[in-house]
């Protein structure tokens, strides 16, 4: 089946800096996207959402970008905080399945001071 | 409000107990998942469910089966377990309609099969 992926495994910033964490996804009949963090013993949290006939979307110090054109994803983190550390998973909703995701492997974010 | 409840949160069965995993949720969510998710992996689904009484396929179905006999609950079965299904699973819900559709998670059931 098509997949969600990520273009880089692990991620390291500075704190204070800004993070961007890409996706590619290949299912062009997926219409919502979304951006969760997992922290270590933890389930999922909601991140970020975006619905394909959007291209940008922000929330608080987040931003998510969707470029359909070439299938890609992007979470902007802005001003990174130790918090932050974490692995962040892009998924894509799988049709016909109430609201059901396909994930990507995940990207590991470390923030050092 | 406590969201998304997952019991147990730990488990280790011998290879071909089986057990069930519980799922429960306060939210009122029509819709409810269960993926599995192993080292270094996204999650996977197993099963999900659109509302009460109905149960569908996902991505990893085999070796689990699913029943959500009410709206709030949503139940993982394994009838005979295996050590390939060593794993953290995790239970979902959300919400239908338009909007605030994001899923919301549990804490995860670790499960060991020795």
């Known amino acids: 089946g098509e997949s969600v992926g990520l273009h880089l495994p692990t991620l390291s910033v500075q704190e204070g800096d800004n993070s961007i964490i890409n996706c590619a996804y290949s299912?062009?009949?997926?219409?919502?996207f979304i951006w969760y963090k997992q922290e270590s013993g933890k389930g999922p949290q909601f991140i970020i959402d975006?619905?394909?006939?959007?291209d940008k979307r922000q929330g608080q110090r987040v931003t998510v970008l969707l470029n359909k054109t070439v299938k890609h994803l992007s979470l902007q983190i802005a001003a990174t905080q130790p918090g932050d550390s974490a692995v962040y998973f892009c998924?894509?909703?799988?049709?016909?399945?109430?609201?059901?995701?396909?994930f990507g492997k995940g990207t590991s974010l470390l923030v050092t001071p | 409000n406590a969201g998304v409840t997952q019991t147990p949160k730990f488990r280790v069965l011998k290879t071909g107990q089986s057990m069930t995993l519980l799922c429960a949720q306060d939210?009122?969510?029509?819709?409810m998942y269960w993926y599995r998710q192993d080292p270094g992996m996204g999650l996977r689904l197993i099963h999900y469910?659109?509302?009460?009484?109905?149960?569908a396929k996902g991505e990893v179905p085999d070796g689990y089966n699913v029943s959500r006999l009410k709206k709030q609950n949503f139940l993982l079965g394994l009838e005979s377990a295996a050590p390939s299904q060593t794993s953290v699973y995790f239970c979902?819900?959300?919400?239908?309609?338009?909007?605030?559709?994001?899923?919301?998670f549990g804490q995860g059931t670790r499960l060991t099969v020795v």
């Open positions: 979902a819900s959300s919400y239908l309609g338009t909007g605030m559709t994001e899923a919301f």
């Open positions: 299912n062009s009949a997926s219409d919502y």
């Open positions: 975006i619905r394909s006939n959007m």
């Open positions: 998924a894509e909703n799988i049709p016909g399945s109430g609201y059901a995701l396909n």
């Open positions: 939210m009122n969510h029509e819709y």
């Open positions: 469910s659109v509302g009460e009484g109905t149960t």
